[in-house]
T-cell receptor, first 109, second 114 residues
């Protein structure tokens, strides 16, 4: 099955810093989503991005499907950005999302 | 409702008891998923419904776990003879259809088996 690797596993930054989170996947996908899991456990949709580039405020994402990776960019980090960021994908042969292990982001004031 | 709703938010039960967890998906979404998440890990797939039928139940860990979606909307995850290892957050998600559509998650039910 598809393997999903996220890096880095942990990231500690000062408020105002920028960051790039990476998601590598081992096979072609038809669905890729980025989520933010806040400290209360809620999974918040950030991007549905099987290919291309999208931006939403301080966040943007790029998926290069042919090279099997996706990047999530966070600019001007705020303490409320803290939490775990997950990348999840679906391939042609599965219905469920396959998850990476997540990147734990801590933004210090 | 506007989003996926799960009840209860928290459930504490004694080992050996039966529990039911409810998921109310986004209106009109035909696909519904159950996942569970243990501390420090990503969600783990349990079962997928397309309409009323379970299209893929390969993630259910054993026959103590069962899920239904009788009218193609609300789903109930049922766990018999609960064990301490069943303690986790159970997450429900829905999407407009199958593979190529965005999934939205509920806030989860935190199950604790004591």
């Amino acid at each position: 099955g598809i393997q999903v690797e996220q890096s880095p596993p942990d990231l500690i930054l000062q408020e105002g810093a920028n960051s790039t989170l990476r998601c590598n996947f081992s096979d072609s996908v038809n669905n890729l989503q980025w989520f933010h899991q806040n400290p209360w456990g809620q999974l918040i949709n950030l991007f549905y991005i099987p290919s291309g580039t999208k931006q939403n405020g301080r966040l943007s994402a790029t998926t290069v499907a042919t090279e099997r990776y996706s990047l999530l960019y966070i600019s001007s980090s705020q303490t409320t950005d803290s939490g775990v960021y997950f990348c999840a994908v679906k391939g042609d042969s599965n219905y469920q999302l396959i998850w990476g292990a997540g990147t734990k982001l801590i933004i210090k004031p | 409702g506007a989003g996926v709703s799960q009840t209860p938010s928290n459930k504490v039960t004694e080992k050996g008891k039966y529990v039911e967890l409810r998921c109310d998906p986004i209106s009109g979404h035909t696909a519904l998923y159950w996942y569970r998440q243990s501390l420090g890990q990503g969600p783990e797939f349990l079962i997928y419904f397309q309409g009323t039928g379970a299209a893929d139940d390969s993630g259910l860990p054993n026959d103590r776990f069962f899920a239904v979606r009788p009218e193609g909307s609300v789903s109930t995850l049922k766990i018999q003879r609960t064990e301490r290892g069943d303690s986790a957050v159970y997450l429900c998600a829905s999407s407009p259809s199958g593979a190529n559509t965005e999934a939205f998650f509920g806030q989860g039910t935190r199950l604790t088996v004591v």
